[in-house]
């Protein structure tokens, strides 16, 4: 056997046969290409065993857990990638989606898929807790076969969960599963449909999740190790040290993003020295809900043939193996991994929803460092030892709130040595002019970037500043390639200095705006970059982008916001008078953590208002120092318990074009506003071309 294994769970309700988020294939679908694609690139790393396990209930209300290899494979629990890679179930014609590199234009490819895993779906949802006894059973063998050198690896994939039912206890079981490098290690995802829930990815601490299912789904979730928070940031996602393995509400891309744990967990497996012996394992098992029925059914065995995991354990302890169904509740593993009897929580590290996570997960390695009782010390994953794949880190003191420092808590103003406030234009020696015949103005895009954070000494808040410069610069690129010279643009920066007084910048110098077509010539420096999006088979494709860079400054603390709204009203009023043709009024995007001083906005706000000055949309986008949950253009102030969102979601003008986009773009309805939170705003673009048609 191989030194390391990997099991995919995947739930098998019908639920799965709804539309994948804004994809128009279903969950099952998605799931199986993305499994699919995933088990085609395990090709010329270190063999891994693999199984592929579903679960349902049937038409007779009968429970179904069971391998779902087929082909050659069909029966077997256990594959080697060395074996499986060579035999698929059969292989397709797809289409590929790729970027021509001459012409820089998306091109489609017809290309061979080959196929080892087809997705289907039973008449009803079964209990997670018997699957992951089945895991943990066929896991429990594993592990005393193979020599390992990580511990195994568990990929659930969800679909609506059951607010009668508990993931967190019910993956109790596998605290069963231990090996000398640890419990196995466990990663959930939740795939999307057509709801409006923001997604969440790798969080980091239950303080800052919703209540409900994405907190249960927290504990079901082990921690990251270095090696995949470094993959994940190789991949456009952002995970902070601490991070679990959970993605919630994820659509496609997240999906593909996430699999890339996979290819890390492969990867850190010992090269393979000489070629696996072929051995068989367990065949399909199915299980009924009637207690009294045989657990258990398996063709006879042949000398040759392994016996099955359960009947072979049986067999080896001289006693009955207990049915799935037997009660084998969490509080008697508890008492076999002796942690029935945990001393209570402390009131500081009490999870937010005042609930304790089930002692289990505390011994299975589940739990963040921050929420462990005392005198507890987990024994799972992340413990000292030759070839961990985990990791722990003590999270960051939690305040309240998620995402914003309250005004009246704010750090000492403490400024670090060698710190220089500065805000510059990059120059690019360059005049630009604008073109003779303009086209009529789509609309003109103020965007106010707010340097202001919170401590000049904090991480995270600089961390979030870097992020806001980022997108920024993004925005700017984006507004030139969308814009074919129907856009305006004007970039504010604002920031309160060394002398306490608030300075406001203009990126681009003297001129109050500039059209879209010749920002990319102003720019004091262009930066190319490639986002990746799904290819249609399972895999990325990556399209090149550009940002541009006007201005270098630095992060400052809090400043009042008054005088870059009156510098933003000034050049709005320049470009009303200026622009005799123009289709739409005028965005103002505030990039914002929300750390500028409060208790001004609503008069710096009111110089929107000024005599003079055309109606504007006045939108936020809000990157947050502290770990928050996404939100697109929320309707409603429930997304969020931080009263200085709400603040800011109170004085965010409706989003132009929600009534239009409403059961289109995923995220808006009719009383969407235009706000983000942790989120890229590209709907923006989607909505003045959707205006602009009219």
Known sequence: MNKGCIVFLIDESPSMLQRFGDATRS??????????????????????????????LNAQGGGEIASRWGGAFAGRVWVSSSEFLSQPLRVEKRTRHAVDPITRMMTTQAVDFPVWFEGGVGAAALSAKVAFEYVADALCDWVSRA?????????????????????????????????????????????????TVPVV????????????????????CSPLSPAMIQT???????????????????????????MNLVKCYQNT???????????????????????SATSATSAPVSPQVLTPFSIRRAEEDGEPFPSLLSNNTTEEIDKELAMD??????????????EMPPSGLVSLGLVPPGLVPPGVTPPGIGQPGAGQLGSETE????????????????????????????????????????????????????????????????????????????????????????????????????????????????????????????????????????????????????????KLVFTNATPTYAADPTPVFEKAAEIIRLWDEKR????????ILHVTAGEFRHESYDEAIAHLADSGVPTIWLHHWIFTERPHVGACCPGEMSFTTNEQIQFLWERTDPLPGREKLAGIRPGVHEESRGMMVNMDFDILFEVIDTLGKK
């Open 27 to 56: 969950r099952m679908e998605g799931i199986a290409t993305t499994l699919n694609s995933t088990l085609r690139q395990m090709e010329g790393k270190p063999s891994v065993d693999v199984a592929i396990l579903g679960y349902r």
């Open 147 to 195: 020599p390992m050198a990580q511990p195994p690896m568990v990929v659930s994939f969800l679909a609506d969960l059951n607010p009668s039912e508990s993931v967190a206890e019910a993956v109790v079981p596998l605290g069963r599963v231990a090996t000398p490098f640890g419990y196995p290690l466990l990663l959930q995802f939740h795939a999307a449909n057509l709801s």
């Open 201 to 220: 990815k790798y969080p980091a601490s239950v303080q800052f999740l919703p209540f409900g299912p994405v907190q249960d789904l927290f504990y079901a």
């Open 232 to 258: 994940l940031r190789e991949n456009q996602e952002t995970p902070v040290e601490g991070a679990k393995g959970l993605v919630y509400n994820g659509k496609m891309i997240e999906l593909v993003r996430f």
């Open 269 to 291: 497996l010992p090269p393979d020295q000489v070629a696996p012996t072929p051995y068989s394992a367990a065949p399909s098992t199915s299980y009924t809900n009637n207690p």
């Open 341 to 354: 009897k945990i001393p209570p929580l402390s009131r500081n590290n009490a999870p937010t929803s005042g």
């Open 395 to 546: 999270p960051e003191e939690s305040t309240e709130g998620a995402g914003l420092a309250s005004q009246e808590n704010r750090r000492e103003e403490i400024i670090p040595d060698g710190f220089e406030f500065h805000c510059e234009i990059v120059e690019k020696g360059k005049s630009v002019s604008e073109p003779e015949n303009l086209l009529p103005r789509a609309t003109l895009f103020v965007v106010i970037l707010d340097r202001s954070a919170s401590d000049l000494t904090y991480r995270p808040a600089l961390d979030a500043w870097a992020k806001r410069l980022d997108k920024t610069r993004f925005m700017l690129g984006e507004i030139a390639r969308r814009g074919r010279g129907r856009y305006d643009a004007a970039e504010l920066l604002y920031g309160k200095e060394r002398s306490g007084e608030t300075s406001v910048v203009n990126a681009f110098g003297e001129l109050p705006f500039i059209s879209d077509d010749c920002l990319g010539s102003l720019a004091g420096k262009v930066e190319p970059f490639a986002i990746q999006v799904p290819n249609g088979i399972g895999g990325l494709v990556a399209l090149p982008r550009k």
């Open 580 to 587: 005799e043709q123009k289709l739409l009024p005028p965005v």
